[in-house]
């Protein structure tokens, strides 16, 4: 028997109403990741989830919302084990700092739930036919959005965070907090556009080839050297892996990018000191943060400190810039090994479905062992993104065997 209030509105085609609030909050969720100075973010995520929550209910989902956590009980599986070893290693270090758990609800349940959430709205079929390219293109409106924040910068010399001014000289900083977390979602922005284009049946469009040139300005005077590695790493992974399939349009493009990197840096004394850093290898310090973080590591293998517990005046930085040692000083070996499955897995699932989503792995763990915190919004709300694109797959799967036809089995973007 249905609830009086599904009853009362049953006229108003309550899934159809469901449906446009979900691509409305989902809408402001991806389009509010790069706002550093706003919370809009974290609320428009327990919105969607609750909003979830509510059509569950209201509608007697709970069967195929338990389905749709079955065909990911190794992932579940591998979170469970792995929200027990951060908890377990924030209670042996008696770790009470507000921000630190803030982190752990944002690594243990905000983003994992966030995942799942997207995957039930996918097989409910509530994105239509645009399914994956929905979010694909919600992705590029938010780093052109972030993108347009850099160029008021250039010409307006605007500061849309007190007391961070960011301009051609010193590097671009747009609504972030610093130029490396510009150059993040400009490496992005660049590295998605790049796969639209080389990915595009037939003729381009004009603005893709436009979106790509002004990403790529954005991503030079971010002056972020691990965003330009990024970027690199891309392209050379994606001509390894599909070297058999790669157009001559697509090496052409290659090749405009590489001409556009060595014209900046042959007319920019700023950008080639920047890119003979690397070369000279130097690491901005790293080298020593690293050496610190692995003595720490030694002396609580097992367990390690703690989730966002990085002792900023005795290590010099808020984190271990590396991807691995930032699990290994906060969640130790065992944390780690759990990390590790999650790779492997991932890795198996790309192979099985859809080899387009390798490059962008390498690409995203090549940046993370130089630079971000692995609990900050812009990395685990990328993971988080990145994870729907690659285990989507299972749900198009199991649509296909009940005969459902309302998302795009199309593995292209």
Excluded at 156 to 184: A, H, K, P, V, Y
Excluded at 331 to 337: A, C, K, M, Q
């Amino acid at each position: 028997m249905k609830t009086r209030f599904v009853a009362l509105i049953e006229p108003l085609h309550i899934k159809a109403l469901f449906g446009y609030f979900f691509t409305a909050i989902l809408f402001i969720t991806i389009l509010s990741i790069p706002l550093a100075n706003v919370q809009i973010y974290p609320k428009s995520m327990m919105i969607l989830m609750l909003l979830v929550s509510l059509y569950i209910v209201l509608l007697k989902k709970t069967r195929i919302f338990l389905n749709t956590l079955f065909l990911y009980k190794d992932l579940i599986a591998l979170m469970a084990i792995l929200g027990v070893c951060i908890i377990s290693s924030m209670l042996d270090n008696r770790v009470a700092s507000f921000y630190s758990w803030e982190g752990v609800c944002q690594v243990v349940f905000m983003h994992f739930f966030g995942f799942i959430t997207l995957l039930f709205l996918y097989q409910e079929g509530f994105f239509g036919k645009m399914g994956k390219k929905l979010i694909f293109f919600l992705m590029l409106i938010s780093f052109g959005i972030e993108l347009i924040s850099g160029f008021a910068q250039i010409f307006f010399q605007l500061s849309f965070i007190e007391g961070i001014f960011g301009s051609l000289q010193s590097g671009l900083t747009g609504t972030t907090i610093n130029r490396n977390i510009f150059g993040f979602y400009m490496a992005f922005g660049t590295v998605l556009t790049l796969l639209k284009i080389i990915r595009s049946q037939g003729t381009i469009n004009i603005y893709y080839p436009i979106l790509l040139t002004l990403f790529f300005i954005g991503l030079l005077f971010s002056y972020s050297r691990a965003s330009w590695v990024f970027v690199f790493v891309f392209m050379f992974s994606y001509t390894i892996i599909f070297f058999k399939q790669v157009k001559q349009r697509d090496a052409l493009l290659f090749l405009f990018v590489l001409f556009l990197f060595a014209i900046a840096f042959v007319f920019s004394s700023a950008l080639s000191d920047r890119f003979l850093s690397i070369i000279e290898g130097d690491s901005s310090s790293r080298f020593e943060i690293w050496q610190q973080t692995v003595e720490f590591i030694k002396q609580k293998f097992l367990l390690g400190y703690g989730v966002r517990n990085f002792d900023f005046e005795v290590m010099g930085a808020y984190f271990p810039h590396n991807f691995i040692l930032d699990i290994l000083y906060s969640v130790g070996i065992l944390g780690f090994s759990v990390s590790a499955a999650f790779l492997v897995l991932t890795c198996k699932e790309i192979i099985k479905t859809n080899l387009i989503h390798l490059p962008l792995l390498l690409s995203f763990f090549m940046i993370l062992q130089f630079d971000h915190d692995i609990t900050s919004r812009r990395v685990l709300s990328m993971l988080m993104l990145l994870a729907f694109f690659i285990f989507s797959r299972r749900v198009d799967e199991n649509n296909a065997k009940m005969g459902k036809n309302y998302n795009d089995f199309d593995t292209k973007y």
